[in-house]
T-cell receptor, first 114, second 113 residues
Framework: DTAVSQTPKYLVTQMGNDKSIKCEQN?????MYWYKQDSKKFLKIMFS???????INETVPNRFSPKSPDKAHLNLHINSLELGDSAVYFC?????????????FGDGTRLSIL | GNSVTQMEGPVTLSEEAFLTINCTYT??????LFWYVQYPGEGLQLLLK?????DKGSNKGFEATYRKETTSFHLEKGSVQVSDSAVYFC????????????FGKGTKLTVNP
């Protein structure tokens, strides 16, 4: 069983559209994250939720809105998509907020803006 | 701020060669340190970790030792295989409630038969 699963795996859409990426973890973890990986493979945190509560928002444009309906899910909605949003988006989870807890990553969603 | 610097790639080795990927960090307090690996087309997987000075993390033949005096966490493997070809990321998380992982820029390793 996949521990952290995200859908869709690939997303190709036009500039200006609105799209959502879903993430679910079946590990019973309290904390979930969204990361963005750019074309040069650089990874940067976007958001983090702990027990459905937003705890990190890393200077991300407000076109990006995360939503956590329960602690097993963290979805990412993006409004008015721009060319610069093209990237791979990774969802991750960890047992809790302790810094020695590793994060478990999904396989990524490759977003391409035409 | 907190940051991670790892050696620029790409790194190309022959099978059974010795691997070192350098990683140094800047952090307030005492971070936990991690190496993640990303195989082509996949997400990141935790390779190993160390949570305090002088700890050695190891997994699948890879090792890294947390060196506080040199603020380093270099990744090593004695004999690489073709299947080790991937991008390797060094990362840290700091104490005091900062949950995010701060990543290095990644080092692409290619191992040729």
């Amino acid at each position: 069983d996949t521990a952290v699963s995200q859908t869709p795996k690939y997303l190709v859409t036009q500039m200006g559209n609105d799209k959502s990426i879903k993430c679910e973890q079946n590990l019973g973890h309290d904390t979930m994250y969204w990361y963005k990986q750019d074309s040069k493979k650089f990874l940067k945190i976007m958001f983090s939720y702990n027990n459905k509560e937003l705890i990190i928002n890393e200077t991300v444009p407000n076109r990006f809105s995360p939503k956590s309906p329960d602690k097993a899910h963290l979805n990412l909605h993006i409004n008015s998509l721009e060319l610069g949003d093209s990237a791979v988006y990774f969802c991750a989870s960890s047992q809790n907020r302790d810094t020695n807890q590793p994060q478990h990553f999904g396989d990524g969603t490759r977003l391409s803006i035409l | 701020g907190n940051s991670v610097t790892q050696m620029e790639g790409p790194v190309t080795l022959s099978e059974e060669a010795f691997l070192t990927i350098n990683c140094t960090y800047t952090a307030t307090g005492y971070p936990s340190l991690f190496w993640y690996v990303q195989y082509p087309g996949e997400g990141l997987q935790l390779l190993l970790k160390a949570t305090k000075a002088d700890d050695k993390g190891s997994n699948k033949g890879f090792e890294a030792t947390y060196r506080k005096e040199t603020t380093s966490f270099h990744l090593e493997k004695g004999s690489v295989q073709v299947s080790d070809s991937a991008v390797y990321f060094c990362a840290l998380r700091t104490q005091g409630g900062s949950e995010k992982l701060v990543f290095g820029k990644g080092t692409k390793l290619t191992v040729n038969p």
